[in-house]
Structure formats: structure tokens, C-alpha cells
């Protein structure tokens, strides 16, 4: 039977979940709560994942720990108390966790997102991008009013990717749309967000999505304003039943279970480990309602083309803002390429921050 132990920490919650003759201690910190429905949320799910097809693992985890030097105290807590393998889930640790890193060399890392390793540091990530350009041609083919809205954190890689890829598959189905962002400089501030989506649909935009930990303020904007929504990180079509189209969601739990093992038997590699819709590690959540049975079977059959590689949602040509250039006609932005992403695409309204 699995016993759960839980202590309040004045800056988190500490949640044990111990497993009969567990033999390795694997921990998680998250920047924001489990149950954001979000980021987070996701994240967690993968560690429940691990806990549920792992029966030699134990588990532990810190919620609400910030980008800072809070999150280094929380990983030699959790190295001084056994944990074997640290998953410092959110970007902004990855400077810490190299840190941690170097300082215990017998104990693994696992850093979700990042472009740096060590050697026993590595990261992990998904080309989630993938689902956000599918999700991109659901909402062109939804759109009445040729406006999109996008409530984005913060202008790093892994972001622009994403508000790029859902411009360029609405774009692949309605040449007319174009794409307003809002930054928020933050992760997580609900009224932040709540506030871009209402400035985005007084603007025009009839489908909003969205780069920030939890999609559930922009979504719930929605569904009360009367718009559509795209969610992304999980599905969170529960807080959204009319105006729900899909969602660009992860799935973490068979990654993250590869790393552990990897770790045990002494497989493990500095590397930049990536998923992608073929491995299942990034995924479209169920269609809601809004969507058509044809407008789904459209999706699908775009999904089916990347997924058999017939179809790259960075081929050229790749223009701009501005209209410049920025892949040619016949060829392809490689996947380095893409974690280094700098731009934003032609029918972004917005500059970068």
C-alpha cells in the first residue's frame, strides 16, 4: 500500500509518496502548484506516472519554488536526504541546477527545457511546438474574425516557438489571420492574464491561447467573453465547455521513467533528450465541441503528415515580422535551430520584449 506524508514548508508543500522496498529516491520541484492544471500540473502527472509503473522508485516533491537561489537550498535538501535522481523541472533553474550538479557528481539531474549540460546533468524536453502549429489550423479554420489572441510569459525559445508555430498552422488554412501577443513577464499572475485576455478580445481576437504556467485564467476569459479557446501544457477543456477547441498538452510519464531507469543501470548520457508527437511525449488533448467533424479530420490528417515526416512545420519559406527571409523555399529549420529561436513570424502583432 502507498503511504503519503505531507509537510507544510513555509514557501511550499513537501509530498512523499513511499513505495514497499523502494530502492531509488527520485524528487521534483515546480515552480508553481501541481494543480494549476498547467505547467506544473503536467509535470506532476509524470512523476504519478512513474510512481504508478515503477515499483522500485520513491518519490518526492516541492511545489512553489522560485527561479532564484531558494530552488539550490531545495536540491541539497533533497540530495542530503538520498534523492539519486533531481528533476528541476522549470527554465529558470537550470543555472542552479549546474551549480547542485557539480557539487555532488554522484547524483543525477534531469533539467526540463534547458540548452546547457554537465556531465551528470541532463535535460529533457518536447517539440510541443508540433501540437501548437495543429492546434494553429483548428483555430484558423474557427476564426470569424481573422484575429488571434496569444497571452505569452516570456520572450525565451521554447515561447516563440510556440506563438510562431500556431501563427504559421492558422496561417496554413486561413492566409488571413494574423496573431496579437501580449507579454506578461511572468509565469504565473493570474490577473496579469486575465487582463490581456479581456484587452485581446475587446481587440478582435475570437480564439485565445496562450504560453504561461496555467491556461485556466485565459480560458475561463474566454468562455465567458463567448470566444474560443486553445489550451496548452494540459487539458483544461473542463473550465471551458463551449469555447473549447483542443490543446497542445504533454505527456512526460514514459520519458521521465526512461531517465530514471537510465540513471539506474548506468545508460544515463549528457545529453539533450527530446519527444515530439511520434513518441507521444507531446500530444493534441480530445477536440471539444466547437470543433467540426471535419475541422477535426483536417487536424488530424496535418498531424498524420508530420508524424510520418511528410510534413515540417518549420520548412520554408519562413518569413519575419517585417517580411524578411528567414528560411528559404526548400529548406528546413533544424531542431537546434529552433531551441535558439529569436524572431517572430509574419502576422505576429507585437515585438519582442
Known amino acids: 500500500m502507498k503511504k503519503v506524508i505531507r509537510t507544510l514548508l513555509a514557501t511550499s508543500i513537501l509530498a512523499i509518496s513511499v513505495q514497499a522496498a523502494a530502492e531509488t529516491k527520485v524528487g521534483f520541484i515546480y515552480v508553481g502548484p501541481k494543480s494549476d492544471y498547467g505547467y506544473n500540473y503536467a509535470q506532476?502527472?509524470?512523476?504519478?506516472?512513474?510512481?504508478?509503473?515503477?515499483?522500485?522508485v520513491e518519490t518526492l516533491y516541492f511545489e512553489n519554488i522560485p527561479e532564484n537561489a531558494d530552488v539550490q537550498r531545495v536540491m541539497e535538501r533533497m540530495v542530503r536526504s538520498g534523492v539519486e535522481v533531481v528533476f528541476p523541472t522549470s527554465y529558470?533553474?537550470?543555472?542552479?541546477?549546474?551549480?547542485?550538479?557539480?557539487?555532488?557528481?554522484?547524483v543525477h539531474f534531469a533539467h526540463s527545457g534547458g540548452l546547457k549540460t554537465s556531465d551528470n546533468l541532463m535535460t529533457y524536453f518536447a517539440e510541443i511546438d508540433q501540437a501548437m502549429y495543429l492546434a494553429g489550423v483548428a483555430a484558423g479554420l474557427t476564426t470569424g474574425t481573422n484575429q488571434l489572441g496569444f497571452i505569452a510569459a516570456h520572450p525565451i525559445p521554447q515561447v516563440l516557438r510556440n506563438i510562431n508555430a500556431f501563427t504559421r498552422g492558422a496561417q496554413s488554412v486561413n492566409p488571413e489571420v494574423t496573431t496579437s501577443v501580449?507579454?506578461?513577464?511572468?509565469?504565473?499572475?493570474?490577473?496579469?492574464?486575465?487582463?490581456?485576455?479581456?484587452?485581446?478580445?475587446?481587440?478582435?481576437?475570437?480564439?485565445?491561447?496562450?504560453?504561461?504556467?496555467?491556461?485556466?485564467?485565459?480560458?475561463?476569459?474566454?468562455?465567458?467573453?463567448?470566444?474560443?479557446?486553445?489550451?496548452?501544457?494540459?487539458?483544461?477543456?473542463?473550465?471551458?465547455?463551449?469555447?473549447?477547441l483542443v490543446g497542445a498538452i504533454w505527456n512526460w510519464g514514459p520519458m521521465m521513467i526512461d531517465i530514471v531507469n537510465s540513471a539506474k543501470d548506468g545508460s544515463w548520457k549528457s545529453e539533450h533528450l527530446r519527444g515530439d508527437l511520434l513518441t507521444e511525449a507531446a500530444k493534441l488533448s480530445d477536440f471539444g465541441s466547437a470543433v467540426s467533424e471535419e475541422d477535426q479530420q483536417t487536424v488530424l490528417d496535418r498531424?498524420?503528415?508530420?508524424?510520418?515526416?511528410?510534413?515540417?512545420?518549420?520548412?520554408?519559406?519562413?518569413?519575419?515580422?517585417?517580411?524578411?527571409?528567414?528560411?528559404?523555399?526548400?529548406?528546413?529549420?533544424?531542431?537546434?535551430?529552433?531551441?535558439?529561436?529569436?524572431?517572430?513570424?509574419?502576422?505576429?502583432?507585437?515585438?519582442l520584449k
Open 303 to 351: 498531424q498524420k503528415a508530420i508524424m510520418n515526416e511528410e510534413f515540417r512545420v518549420w520548412a520554408g519559406p519562413v518569413f519575419g515580422q517585417d517580411g524578411t527571409v528567414i528560411v528559404e523555399e526548400g529548406d528546413t529549420m533544424t531542431l537546434e535551430e529552433t531551441e535558439k529561436m529569436d524572431f517572430l513570424v509574419q502576422g505576429v502583432q507585437g515585438r
Open 44 to 56: 506532476d502527472q509524470g512523476r504519478l506516472y512513474m510512481e504508478e509503473h515503477m515499483d522500485d
Open 92 to 106: 529558470g533553474y537550470l543555472d542552479h541546477a549546474l551549480k547542485v550538479a557539480e557539487k555532488y557528481p554522484d
Open 182 to 244: 501580449i507579454w506578461t513577464s511572468s509565469w504565473s499572475d493570474p490577473t496579469r492574464e486575465a487582463e490581456a485576455a479581456e484587452a485581446l478580445i475587446s481587440g478582435g481576437a475570437d480564439v485565445l491561447t496562450g504560453h504561461v504556467d496555467s491556461p485556466i485564467n485565459y480560458v475561463q476569459v474566454a468562455e465567458r467573453r463567448g470566444v474560443y479557446s486553445v489550451g496548452y501544457h494540459a487539458d483544461a477543456s473542463q473550465f471551458a465547455p463551449k469555447g473549447w
